[in-house]
Each structure stands twice: as C-alpha cells, then as structure tokens.
C-alpha cells in the first residue's frame, strides 16, 4: 500500500513560484514574504481597509500591514486579487471525507443510520486519516485554513493517532476535537485517551493543530476535559437540551471554554445562559435545513437576538460540499429573508437585515473565538500568524469588482481561490495546492472507500436518490 508521505512528494514545479517558497514545513524565522498590492480586507478596524495595499509577513507572522511598504525580500504580486484572513469553519465531521455527498436528500435520520450505524463502525485508523485528509485538503483549497475537527468516530486510541495525524500532515490549522463514536462496537478508551494523546502530540500551544474534547452536556467528560486544560465543543439542540443547560448553569459548569454547535430550537433563557457564561457559538446555514435538525431554520438571527456573534459551520459532506461561501451566502439570504418576512407581516420588532460584512466576520473572527484562536488568526493583524487567503477578482465571473466585500462573500466561490497561506506557508498557489499528489491521493481515497463499502455491504448508485 503506498505510503501516507506520498501524499506530499513535492510538485511545486506546477505552481510558477520561486524556489524559495517550496516550502512543506516550518517556515524559516528570517523569511520576508510581501504580497504586494492587493484589496486588503483585514477584518481589524484598528488596521482597516486598503483598496490597494501590501502586506508583509517575517516567519510565520504578519509584520506590516499598509500601502506602499517597502520592497524588501521575497514578493507575491497581489494586484488583481482581495486579500482576506483564512477562512474558519467551527464544526466539521472530518473523518467522513470519502463518503462525500453519499446521502443528498438525506435528513438527520437517514445521517445516523448511513454515517453512524452502517459506516462508522467498518472504519480502520487508515481510513480515519484517508477521511481527516481528504477534508483538511479540500479546505485548504476552498481558502478554509483553520477547521474544528470534531472526530466522533474515536473508535480505539489507534483510530485518534490517525486522524491527528492526518491533520498535522495536511498542513491545516486544525483544533481535534477527539470524541466517542456514536453506534457500535469501540475500545472505551475515551475520554481517558486524551491525556495520552495531549502527551504524544500536543506538548506544545504553538503548533497547527491543537486539541479538545467533542462530548454532549455530560458532567464527567466536561470534568476530564477541565482536568487537562481542554476547550469543549458541544452539539445542543431543540428545547429539550434546555433543562440540563440550566442545571449546569446552577452548577457552574458552563464557561467561556465551551463552542456550542448547532444551537436551533433554544428557548430564550438557554440563549441567555449561553451568553452569559461567555460561550461561543456556531450556526449550520446548511446542515439545519438538510437535515431538518431541532426547528429546521439555522439560529443566526437567534443568536444576533441574544447579543452573540456566531461563527459558521459546513457540518460534513455527506450531503453538500465544503465551502464556506456557500455557508455565508445561505445565512445572509436566509436571515434577510425572515426580518423581510417579519417586516412585512407588521413585526414593529423585525430584525435589521445583516450585511455582507457581517457574514465575512462570522467566518474569520468569530470563528476564531469559537477555535479559540483568536490571538493567532482571524484578522490580518500584525502580531498575528499568516492565515491569509488570496481570491482573483479579475475572474470572468468576479470582474469587474466593484466592491470587494460584497464580491467575497456574494460572488465568489472555491475556484477563485488562487493562494492559501497557513502559518506563513504556501500551501495552495496560482490556483493549485502546493505539494500535493493528486494522483496518490484518490488512490488512497478509492482504497479507503472500496474498502468501506465491502465492508458495510454498500453497492453503489451514483443517481441513488
């Protein structure tokens, strides 16, 4: 079987770049990397806005952020394209990778019994990190830098290596989030693993991938995660989640270290507990309706109403793709949608439609507080790690741009992406990913579904409806 490695046998010769900037590790500490005169938009009101302007990066830092810096070092020319901070999408089932779009019309009911109960079960560690790979990989290249892995297929300590690992070779800023699987058979190592597993990959704050726990309200697992200094992230949904938010309320177990996912259906006092708590959320613009999960509309308004500023979230791809601009054009026009609606229906309290600004801040700084990231990514803020995504406004279908944030977040989609910078490292250029065997990897991704589908007796129909 070929190697995982393999994945990234370098190939940068494609990419048109110096040979400098072939670069798959660390960054070295003394490289100057200036993209040049791009529509900056930093996200950061203290460094604002620049319709034409430069940005430097030393290491794996922002340095600069203004017009007209000096030239100094390596250069990127930035002309024709907006410079935004990368992408965060706050929840994401990882290991599902290979069994993209599997289910199309699926709601939350057929999910569980496709996913959770046929699938999850047959899967080896390989095809946990064939999954987290082809995830992480199809982020960087949707211009998403930074994704809340929230891992619920941790079937044996063998199985959790494997997804880390598959992130940290990815080169993806990624928070795993290790949690127990959700139908068969399994190890029972979880949670206890965790200490393990902070011990063997995360010995340190100041790397890629970081690590957290993925559990519902359960006492225990948010003691053994406090115990060893993890964030939580925890799926909450409809008003029957709201009796045992309140008791851990009354027992002082929610906190600012707890992301909640999902979040529809909650009665105004879990909202205000939320809050109050200083918790952070993440919305499904996508995933809710799909799936027809808790009332079937996304909470973005709900948590607008409650005073929180939500990151976004895809959920997975077993039904839909992975970007996040979808997920920023269907909370945008969903949420206008219902204040125009409520408007209209002689609500005196209708919502303010949002603005596309708005949505740009839930996918970049919001989503960065809901990783808990948000002094290393989020904004292009100097002092800040190099999280920075390059979109072509001189595209056929983007040009011309005759507003930049509206073009980000109304128009463009994945194949504008044209350079993805995590970390200080190049990892997509020129439209293509850096260091990427693409013909290795559907050979593993086949091997691991062919496998998968053997195994939980799946014959495939690719017009199945």
Known sequence: MPGRRDFFRTALAACALPAALAQTAAPRPNRRLLLKGGTIISMDPKVGDFAQGDLLIEGKKIAAVAAGLPHSGEILDACGMIVIPGLIDCHRHSWEGVLRRIIPNGDLANYMATLHQRFAPQYRPHDLYVGNMVTALGCINAGITCIIDNSHNSRSASHSDAAVQALLDSGIRGVHASGAPAAGTWDHQWPQDLARLQQKFFSSQDQLVTLRMFSGLD????????????????????????????????????????TYNHCNGLPDLAWQRIRESGGTVDVCPRSDPQYAIGEGIPAFQKALDHGMRPGLSVDNESSYGTDLFTEMRVAFNIQRALATNRKFNGDSHAPAPVTVRDLLECATVNGAACAGLSDKCGTLTPGKEADIVLIRADDLNLYPSNNAMGTVVAAADTANVDTVIIGGIIRKSKGRMAGVNMAQLRKQIDESRSYLFQQAGYQLDIFAQ
């Open 219 to 258: 006492r225990g697992n948010f003691a053994a995660a406090r115990k060893l200094g993890l964030r939580i992230s925890s799926e909450v949904v409809g008003a029957g989640a709201a009796p045992l938010l309140e008791q851990f309320w009354n027992e002082k177990l929610l906190g600012p270290d707890v």
